[in-house]
């Protein structure tokens, strides 16, 4: 199974998680990894360090906005 459908698989779970924004696929050391893109310190949150085998690998990006979007 690739990792395509891995993610798939966990993509709801993963963007259900405080503070996370997005979720995508990236390479690490060669190997193929799932990103979690997090808003903030991710202290004391349950994020998997790994998901069927795929390493997950954290990174910090802040606040997502919209372009375009009116932040009223």
Do not use: C, W
């Amino acid at each position: 199974m690739g990792i395509e459908d891995v993610l798939r698989r966990h993509e709801d779970f993963l963007m259900a998680l405080p503070t996370v924004q997005s979720v995508g696929l990236g390479r690490k050391n060669g190997k193929d990894v799932i990103i979690v893109f997090v808003e903030a310190d991710i202290q004391g949150l349950d994020i998997p360090s790994s998901i069927e085998g795929y390493e997950i690998d954290i990174q910090e990006i802040g606040t997502v906005n919209a372009l375009g979007a009116d932040p009223k």
